[in-house]
């Protein structure tokens, strides 16, 4: 539609070796009208930093006319969005958020920034999936979905960016892997 968003594995086409290394991300987006925003996982607008390859490829990315929670996109936990939903998103961001203190204080992680992405599309694409400091979900254009339901799925993609899998989790900055 209006925008794009995508995991930078999917879209990114980057040096094998070398890494970490200088990268320089601006966004170009004079073709798509006044309003138009680029953000990432990263953070939001243009970004210059030592990056690892895995902070790239693991980084969500979306522009266009992106709405945000704060509605400024700055802070230490935002929520990005291209298309309105009919349910509660904004509702749920805010008590994700105050979950994802509470997790975060838990793993010893309190400094840490955390983005959460939302797609639209026509069909189902209800589930999500973890990325770094961030996460992506979808929903389908025109459903209402469940408080329940929708803050179930929320806490689960949160907690993966501190549980990676089975018997293995990230404390602080640090992973460690236990037999379980």
């Not at 904004?90 to 400094?111: C, H, M, P, R, V």
């Not at 293995?168 to 379980?180: D, L, P, T, Y």
């Amino acid at each position: 539609g209006q925008g794009f968003h995508a995991s930078g594995s999917i879209f990114l086409a980057l040096p094998t070796e070398g890494w970490p290394r200088q990268v320089d991300l601006d966004w170009n987006l004079s073709t798509m009208g006044e309003g138009h925003r680029g953000v990432s996982s990263l953070g939001q607008g243009s970004l210059s930093g030592r990056y690892d390859r895995g902070d790239l490829t693991g980084s969500f990315f979306m522009a266009g006319p992106v709405i945000s929670q704060p509605e400024s996109g700055e802070g230490p936990f935002v929520g990005y969005w291209l298309t309105p939903p009919v349910f509660d998103l904004q509702g749920a961001l805010s008590k994700i958020e105050a979950a994802y203190a509470e997790i975060s204080s838990f793993f010893g992680d309190e400094t840490a920034p955390f983005k959460v992405f939302m797609r639209t599309t026509e069909r189902f694409a209800g589930g999500g999936t973890g990325g770094r400091s961030s996460f992506i979900f979808g929903t389908v254009a025109g459903e209402v979905r469940e408080d329940e339901e929708l803050l179930g799925l929320l806490v689960h993609e949160t907690l993966h960016n501190w549980l990676n899998g089975l018997g293995e989790a990230k404390i602080g900055r640090a992973s460690c892997r236990e037999r379980v």
